[in-house]
């Protein structure tokens, strides 16, 4: 009988033990990462990397040893919201959080729910995941930091930390956590409060400055940019086909005047593509590293409003954006029916723009206020 039962027994630790193996293959070149609840981690490695000339190499393991010392350290100074924006430029970062590269060039990631690690789950296993982070990881920087001229890496999830992560979030508490609870949440959210308040209302002040700007002078600036274009002109396509045609124009000296006008409406479209890149660096990216359990509905909300309205402006404002889809309601009215097709896109950029960052400010100042652990 006690023979039966240890053979039993054998056979169940044998049977675990075969199934723990196909969850977590043996591989002893696995950093010992602790993996917290609700994370898992992308295991960064350099397959190969080949010593740039000011690089003294020994053998090749001693090289790429190094290579992978000075690699996390290079890592490590990374601004985690530029990396997560990177992410999100590529469809590759919804939903999840990075917490840091650990020991072993592991970056930790905590995901939202299911969805989002079930997102990463499938750029593991469709082989994009080393694609992915070689295009964001992998640059000069990078390079001169590691002493290499070229560096291939790759990056790939473990089997078990994505089932054991998946059983987590699916057990995961509707509790909201607090702010405070996050160290590095929170440091975002401070972050964005000091932008907010230090840089945001400047930003806006010039904005209204352009929009006032082309509004008082906007007779001026028709007129100027019809005696430009050629008499059978009804529309104009593009920043990129209007900017052209003005140029050529200017550089002709057809004795055409107001070129002032053009000139300064140009710049406005300057100034608010750098109006938006510094919102979504400052703002956009690292609301996006602030999870979902430490907001409300209403928060997360407001920040889908904050990044659609960044993203929005960031498109439209593109040289080759089509302005025949770019409509400003609140301007139709300030020019004639048959010159839309001239105008109306090209000048509701600069009043749309000003609208969207209105936007973002009162909506990121609404969105900040709905916690109460943040220090004012």
């Known amino acids: 009988m006690a023979y039966r039962f240890r053979a039993v027994l054998h056979r169940v630790l044998s049977q ?34 080949r010593p740039d000339k000011t690089t003294v190499v020994g053998s090749q393991h001693a090289f790429m040893m190094a290579v992978m010392d000075k690699l996390l350290d290079h890592l490590r100074t990374l601004q985690l919201s530029k990396v997560k924006g990177d992410l999100e430029t590529r469809h590759a970062g919804s939903g999840v959080i990075l917490e840091g590269f650990r020991h072993g060039c592991v970056l930790a990631v ?12 499938t750029l593991h296993q469709q082989k994009r995941l080393s694609a992915l982070f070689q295009d964001i990881l992998v640059d000069k920087a990078t390079l001169r930091a590691v002493g290499a001229s070229k560096m291939t890496l790759r990056a790939k999830l473990w089997e078990d930390e994505y089932l054991a992560c998946k059983s987590e979030l699916s057990e995961k508490s509707a509790i909201r956590l607090k702010l405070s609870t996050f160290e590095n949440d929170l440091k975002e959210a401070q972050r964005v409060k000091t932008y907010q308040k230090s840089a945001m209302s400047a930003w806006i002040s010039q904005a209204r400055d352009h929009e006032a700007q082309l509004e008082t002078h906007l007779g001026d600036f028709m007129l100027s940019v019809k005696r430009a274009l050629p008499p059978d002109a009804t529309s104009i396509k593009t920043v990129k086909e209007f900017a052209t045609n003005m140029k050529m124009a200017k550089g002709l000296n057809t004795g055409v005047n107001g070129f002032d006008y053009i000139d300064k409406y140009l710049a406005a479209l300057e100034f608010f593509k750098k109006a938006f890149i510094a919102v979504e660096a400052d703002i956009v990216r690292p609301l996006a590293q602030i999870r979902a359990a430490v907001e409300s509905d209403k928060q997360r909300n407001l920040k889908k409003t904050i990044i659609n309205a960044c993203t929005e402006m960031k498109a439209n404002l593109k040289p080759e954006v089509d302005l025949q889809k770019i409509r400003f309601k609140d301007w139709g009215h300030k020019m004639v029916q048959r010159e839309h097709g001239l105008f109306y896109g090209l000048i509701s950029l600069v009043p749309m723009s000003l609208d969207r960052l209105s936007t973002i400010d009162v909506t990121t100042d609404e969105y900040l206020a709905d916690f109460p652990d943040l220090v004012s």
């Open 110 to 121: 905590t995901c939202d729910d299911e969805a989002a690690l079930d997102r990463l789950w």
């Open 16 to 49: 675990s033990a075969m199934n723990a193996e196909s969850l977590n293959p043996k591989d002893d070149s696995r950093p010992n990462f602790v993996r917290p609840e609700g994370c898992v981690g992308i295991y960064i490695d350099a397959l190969d990397a």
